[in-house]
């Protein structure tokens, strides 16, 4: 994985899109990965696969990014 990238949030399915779409919202790209099939392509599973979307963000976004999930959290 690329070094200018960091790992910000892990989660559902539905949770890291809406994550991702969010960050969308505010011009602010996301990598998002699924875990689960990683796991299942390289022929083993994962533990716990209701957390298995990771949300990716570029190094300089990361201030952004944590207002928009801290916004997030706190509606929930």
């Known amino acids: 994985m690329d070094s200018r990238y960091v790992h910000v ?5 539905i949770e890291a ?4 779409y969010d960050l969308s ?3 602010i790209y996301s ?3 699924d875990e689960s099939k990683s796991a ?3 022929g083993f599973g994962v533990p716990n696969f209701l957390y ?6 570029k190094k ?5 990014t944590r207002k928009i999930i801290n ?3 706190s509606s929930e």
């Not at 298995?52 to 963000?57: E, G, I, M, N, P």
């Open 9 to 13: 949030f892990s989660g559902s399915m």
């Open 17 to 20: 899109n809406k994550l991702v």
């Open 25 to 27: 919202e505010k011009n």
């Open 31 to 33: 990598i998002l990965e």
């Open 40 to 42: 299942v392509l390289a």
């Open 52 to 57: 298995s979307y990771k949300v990716l963000v």
């Open 60 to 64: 300089e976004d990361i201030e952004k």
């Open 71 to 73: 916004s997030y959290l």
